[in-house]
């Protein structure tokens, strides 16, 4: 049932709600269907900063031309290990769906693998492509940059994009372990919730233009956001911006965000995913050692201390019951956005 505040839907018209947006702003129907699915995953699973909302920012990538709707993922082997996906500059999704069974194939022939995506619009969360690789017994780790928006610890102005981190790992009988977050203080998307509601945000998120530490979400999107864990999650950033960048021939944030031209569009350029096979350091004891790790989740959980991924798989198990909610002013946007 619908309140005046929000829109329930079921995950299915959620998806063909989705398909329809994105079909009707000329994606290719491949792409309208990877794309699709990424967001109601991530609405499902409480993720709302990359969930349905990610509709009205793919309309306006489409609409300012960041990206190609149509692009046909091209697969290439440039090592026996390596896979790479050229996307065309279309959205990453597809790129991934097109790439993810031979780098699968190569982690369980060579023991590890590597899959860089290059030339793709991305703006998604990555833990939906670590946790289908980790469903297939491997361990995967994920990487993308974004646009420069987030200041170095201890400078005020952009050199990094919120650049992400995945990590995915098995657990027999188990959902996989799986975390996913910026190595900005917060997502981006989280402050554009924030500024959408009129909320202020806390003052460690960012900085205004003028380099002072704000609440106001608008100007934290105007000046400079900060990373998370001050020199910590800046080193992060910083290799997330080499392992996805130079390292695979693609751009940094700087350059994405040039390459954008002031358009306004999601960030454009490479994600790199690992995938490691226990079984190519383990053997036969592959089963032994994923126990160990067992003993290490329970002694996190047996102290009152929660997972990563619980709140997600949480959230999952209760959608798949009673469906979804989406905030009524948001549904309202969608729909204006299919008609346009
Ligand atoms: P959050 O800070 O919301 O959460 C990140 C991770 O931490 C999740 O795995 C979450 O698990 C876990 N977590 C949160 N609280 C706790 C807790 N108390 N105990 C244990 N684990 C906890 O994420 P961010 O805002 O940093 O990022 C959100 C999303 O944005 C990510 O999915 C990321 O991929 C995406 N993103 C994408 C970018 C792109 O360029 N494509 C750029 C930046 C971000 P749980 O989910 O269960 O709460
Ligand atoms: O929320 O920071 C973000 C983001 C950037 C690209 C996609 N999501």
Redesign the pocket.
């Known amino acids: 049932m619908s309140s005046v505040e929000d829109v329930a839907l079921s995950i299915a018209e959620a998806d063909e709600l989705a398909r329809e947006v994105l079909g009707a702003w000329g994606l290719a129907p491949d792409h309208a269907a990877a794309v699709a699915d990424t967001m109601v995953r ?1 609405e499902r ?3 709302t ?2 969930g349905l909302y990610r509709l009205l920012v793919a309309a306006s990538s489409v609409e300012r031309g960041v990206v190609a709707p149509d692009a046909v993922p091209q697969v290439s082997e440039p090592a026996p290990a390596l896979v790479r996906v050229d996307g065309g500059g279309g959205f990453a999704q597809l790129p991934f769906e097109r790439g993810a069974p031979l780098l699968i194939e190569k982690a369980k022939r060579f023991g590890i693998a590597a899959l860089a995506i290059n030339n793709a619009v ?6 939906p492509e670590v946790e289908a690789l980790a469903e297939q017994g491997l361990v995967a780790l994920a990487f ?3 646009h420069a928006w987030v200041a170095p610890e201890g400078g005020t102005r952009p050199v990094f ?4 981190i ?1 990590f995915g790992w098995p657990r027999p009988g188990r959902p996989p372990f ?5 190595t ?1 203080a ?5 402050i554009e919730l924030h500024r959408r509601a009129g909320k202020p945000i806390p003052s460690e998120w960012g900085y205004d233009a003028d380099g002072r530490p704000s609440t106001n979400a608008e100007a934290v999107l105007a000046g400079a956001m900060r990373t ?1 864990g001050a020199h910590k999650g800046s080193a992060l950033a910083a290799m997330v911006e080499l392992l996805a960048g130079p390292l695979i021939g693609d751009m940094t944030s700087a350059e994405s965000l040039a390459a954008d031209e002031g358009r306004g569009g999601s ?1 454009l350029g490479g994600e790199l995913i690992v995938a490691i096979d226990p079984a190519g350091f383990l053997g036969a004891a592959v089963e032994e050692h994923l126990r160990r790790a067992e003993a290490m989740f329970g002694a996190i959980e047996e102290q009152g ?9 949480a959230a999952r198990a209760h959608s798949e019951v009673a469906g979804l909610r989406i905030p009524r002013k948001l549904h309202t946007e969608i729909l204006e956005v299919l008609e346009r």
């Open positions: 991530g699973d409480g993720c900063s990359h991305h703006f998604a969360a990555l833990w993308t940059p974004s994009g919120t650049n992400p995945a799986v975390f996913d977050f910026a900005s917060v997502a981006r998307g989280e998370f960030p201390a929660r997972l990563p991924g619980a709140r997600r798989l």
